[in-house]
């Protein structure tokens, strides 16, 4: 079980769009697409914010896209606003019942 | 009001053992996977153990496998997390989550406020 790859920081002007990746193995984001991105801001408690790769629950705006490809997810920003400034996590489904998060990024908007 | 509410950390000395609660309502908990995710104040998420809906699935995080046991009773709407031989790396701020399906998938959609445990001579 070792943790998913994340870079510690990424960022954007408002409007733009930033693209955080997160790299796992063969026995993770590469065999399994149930991966999860989660948004927490300071003091707070995670939110979800992309399920099953690519899926929003309620409420997340569409400004917010997940994707797979081999053993890398992704987590795309699109026309980023001031409230998006936050640490953001992915997680993966590793088999036998086990789950591994990525280290988190930073993500700061310019 | 959908939430969970978690107790039972607090101050131990190291190889001491320590039992968290977690006290779920507002919505049918024996539908769902239950799990436990923890903190270091400033640092990254780390899960911890995890359970389907029926207790059939239990999983645990390298770190804590053969010391933490998480169970659940489904008809105390309640989850636990059983902890021995504790030593300082495991203090943190300990979230009881809820899972999207009945069995493990990581899909975190609730989290409580957590229980500090800090594990210190």
């Known amino acids: 079980q070792s943790a998913l790859t994340q870079p510690p920081s990424a960022s954007g002007s408002p409007g733009q769009s930033v693209t955080i990746s997160c790299t796992g193995t063969s026995s993770d984001i590469g065999y399994y697409d149930y991966v999860a991105w989660y948004q927490q801001h300071p003091g707070k408690a995670p939110k979800l914010m992309i399920y099953?790769?690519?899926k929003r629950p309620s409420g997340v705006p569409d400004r917010f896209s997940g994707s797979k490809s081999g053993n890398t997810a992704s987590l795309t920003v699109s026309g980023l606003q001031a409230e998006d400034e936050a640490d953001y996590y992915c997680?993966?489904?590793?088999?036998?019942?086990?789950?591994?998060f990525g280290g988190g990024t930073k993500l700061t908007v310019l | 009001e959908v939430q969970l509410v978690e107790s039972g950390g607090g101050l131990v000395q190291p190889g001491r053992s320590l039992r968290l609660s977690c006290a779920a309502s507002?919505?049918?908990?024996?539908?769902?996977?239950m799990h436990w995710v923890r903190q270091v104040p400033g640092k990254g998420l780390e899960w911890v153990s995890g359970?389907?809906?029926?207790?059939?699935?239990?999983g645990h995080a390298d770190s804590v496998k053969g010391r933490f046991t998480i169970s659940r009773d489904n008809a105390k709407n309640s989850l636990y997390l059983q902890m021995n031989s504790l030593r300082s790396e495991d203090t943190a701020l300990y979230y009881c989550?809820?899972?999207?399906?009945?069995?493990?998938?990581?899909?975190?959609?609730?989290w409580g406020r957590g229980t500090l445990v800090t594990v210190s001579a």
């Open positions: 507002g919505f049918t908990f024996d539908d769902y996977a």
């Open positions: 099953e790769v690519s």
């Open positions: 989550v809820k899972d999207m399906q009945p069995d493990i998938f990581g899909y975190f959609d609730l």
């Open positions: 359970t389907s809906w029926n207790s059939g699935s239990t």
């Open positions: 997680c993966s489904y590793a088999g036998y019942s086990v789950e591994v």
